[in-house]
Every structure is written in C-alpha cells, then in structure tokens.
C-alpha cells in the first residue's frame, strides 16, 4: 500500500519560511504527479501545488504562487514544499497526495494522502 | 476561477437511510469532479472521481452522478462509519485549480 510521510511543520513567525518534506514508498514514484493540499484548523480543503512525475510542470493556487515552490527528488522518493513569506492564513495542515490519473494522463483525483503536518504562522 | 458550492452545510439521516449531497459549479467542469470523504483527524479518501465512477475498494453505497453543473453524491443505506464531511473537488480547468467544495458534514439523526 501506498505510503506518504509529511514531515517539517512546525511553528513559525509571519514572514518566515518553511520547507515541508513527504517522503514516499511502496510505488513508483517518478510515475506519480504529485500534490500538497493544506487544512486550515477546522476549514475545508484547498489545493495548493501540482507536479509532474519528471518534476518539469509545476502549477500553484493563486494564494500561494510567487510564494511557494513545489520540487522533488524522484531518486529519493521525495516531494518538497518550500514556503515563503508566510502570513497568518498559511496556518493549516499540509497535506501530500498522489494524483490518480487515466491512460491518458489526465488528473483524476487525488487518490493516496499522508496524515499532514500542521504549520502555524504566529508571532 | 470556477467555485463549487456544496448543499446542505449539515445533513443529519439515520442509519438505513439514504444520503443525498449536492455540489454545484460556477461554470461547466463537464464529468470533471470527484468526491471525498473526510473523517476527524484523518486525510480525505478519494471516493468517486470523473463523476460517477467509484475508487477501488469503495463499496457500491456510493454512488455519483451529475455532469455540466451539477453533481450528486448518493450514500445507500448508511453505516455507522460513513457519518463524516464530504467534499467535491472539480479538476476541469487548465492550468489546473483542483476547487474543492467547502463540504457536507453528514450527521447522525
């Protein structure tokens, strides 16, 4: 079974930065676009970053592009999240996740998630 | 940006029953929407994606339908274990903004 592990959250002041680890196992991960999905405490679910398996495409919210950069490191099974800038509102958990996707390669979910890690922006 | 808008906030059925959940978009995803569930303390589940069709090991309680605009969720005799928030998720556009729904919380009546 699939597994991810988010690691790097913690509590950090407004305008610092961050960067968010989740380290993944039991598939082929270069073959999986790859996502981070944050949660504020008790809010819904918000998308914030996309990449593809070769880590060539990279997409972002609006709320966190020019902010926020996605990588990976596909000979370590790793994918990052590098956070900048930060304000109140990045306060969330951050969730990994694979994309599910059909032959063709068109997204159609996101199918297996990590358990979080929870950032907190507070002076 | 298309939004997704989820009704009821709060739905409350009994266990047996059937759970209906509405998700609607600002604009036409076409079948490009999935639905998840969401438990305390735990990451979504992917239920349902390109609509109507169920994730593997999802049971057949679950059922989606809906294209263009509008989108149901239908849970069948509800278990215990299906009470919990549910989201959609439209991934229609490109470059992608993947919108969720701000969610059903489904309770026990």
Redesign the interface.
Known sequence: QVLLVESGGGLVKPGGSLRLSCAASRFIFSDYYMGWIRQAPGRGLEWISYISGSGRDKFYAESVKGRFTISRDNARNLLYLQMSSLRAEDTATYYCATARADDGGYYQGFEFWGQGTLVAVSS | ?IVMTQSPATLSVSPGERATLSCWASQTVRTNL?W?Q?KPG?????LI??AF?R?PGIPARFSGSGSGTDFTLTISNLQSDDFAIY?C?Q?NDW?????????TKLEVK
């Open positions: 940006d999935a998840y969401q735990q990451p979504p589940r992917l994606y390109d069709t994730a989201y998720q991934y470059p992608p903004t993947y919108t969720f729904g701000q969610g």
